[in-house]
């Protein structure tokens, strides 16, 4: 397992991130079997979200830990806040960030986080309140670090300028057959739908600000429209590719696409998704591969983008 210190912190986190967003469906035995699973194959980082099966995934989280102190030194425990999912529509005032990280706390049985996200951007926030709020939370030893998930640059900026706080992640969908992060750059200026600017450069924005990237949904094509790993009636080039570098390297397909993105030198983490254990441990062999430049481009042409 490869581990990085994220940019602007003491944290050395694997590249490997176990998610919990449907652990809701496991029993407290079974999610208990998941993480010591996820431990034995070296990941240390859990990712979270106050919406994940209302709230219910983080409480299920700690009571099958038995969550304790001990146990909490061995982990990185993030969590997301700022949608009201119910309603439908998303909330950065300071009331909503505090009232959420209290019941974040409450259900992981933690007194702290290691880092907090803001979820999805919110076109109404008002970087004062959320400057406000992250500096009660960063005083009152609630929250370590802070970033958000699904912004892009201009939107992190009118954050950042109110912040005393650097914000060090963004998490974004990323899979080798989404990809919006990359296709513009490689396209540029060419008379092809790869070449429109879905993402304002947000990878380069990242990589120059030390913001480390999470990609989630790494095993997903567009808005969740299925997996493509062993889709060979949509994606037939991409899975006889994938098999075949499997191959190479004693490895499943699940791990080479896991490699696809690990292989970048931004030092992307992944977020698996995952309920099974067999599935997560092939994910993990995926920390390390060190695919070929070659190799990474092939896959991203076999899976349908255009390399000029």
Not at 37 to 42: I, L, N, T
Not at 154 to 165: F, H, V
Not at 245 to 250: D, V
Not at 283 to 304: C, F, H, M, N, V
Request: proline share 4%; net charge negative.
């Amino acid at each position: 397992m490869k581990y990085t210190t994220l940019p602007g912190t003491d944290l050395s986190a694997s590249n490997i991130i176990m998610g919990n967003m449907r652990i809701d469906s496991l029993s407290l035995r079974e999610i208990d079997q998941l993480v010591k699973s996820a431990q034995e194959a070296g990941i240390n980082f859990f990712d979270h979200a106050d919406i994940y099966g209302d709230g219910e995934c983080e409480s299920l989280f700690s009571q099958a830990l038995s969550m304790d102190a001990t146990m909490r030194e061995k982990m990185i425990i993030q969590s997301k806040c700022g949608i009201h999912k119910d309603e439908g529509y998303f909330d950065f005032s300071k009331e909503h960030i505090l009232r959420s990280v209290e019941g974040i706390l409450s259900r992981l049985q933690t007194d702290y986080l290691d880092i907090l996200l803001l979820h999805r951007p919110d076109p109404l926030v008002e970087p004062e309140e959320v400057s406000q709020a992250f500096d009660e939370l960063e005083k009152s030893g609630k929250v370590r670090y802070f970033g958000v998930s699904n912004h892009n640059p201009m939107q992190i900026e009118l954050l950042q300028s109110a912040l005393s706080q650097k914000l060090i992640v963004n998490q974004m969908q990323l899979a080798i057959a989404h990809t919006p992060l990359i296709d513009s750059g490689i396209a540029l200026n060419m008379t092809k739908d790869q070449s429109i600017n879905r993402d304002s450069s947000t990878l380069e924005y990242c990589r120059l600000k030390d913001i480390t990237l999470q990609a989630w949904s790494p095993f997903q094509t567009g808005f969740f429209e299925g997996v493509f790993l062993g889709d060979y009636d949509r994606f037939p080039e991409l899975n006889k590719v994938l098999d075949r570098l499997a191959e190479k390297y004693k490895v499943s397909p699940d791990a080479i696409a896991v490699a696809w993105i690990t292989r970048h030198p931004a030092n992307i983490q992944v977020v698996t998704g995952t309920t099974k254990i067999d599935r997560l441990q092939k994910a993990s062999d995926g920390s390390e591969i060190p695919l070929t430049r070659p190799e990474w481009y092939e896959l991203y042409k076999a899976a349908g983008n255009i390399v000029p």
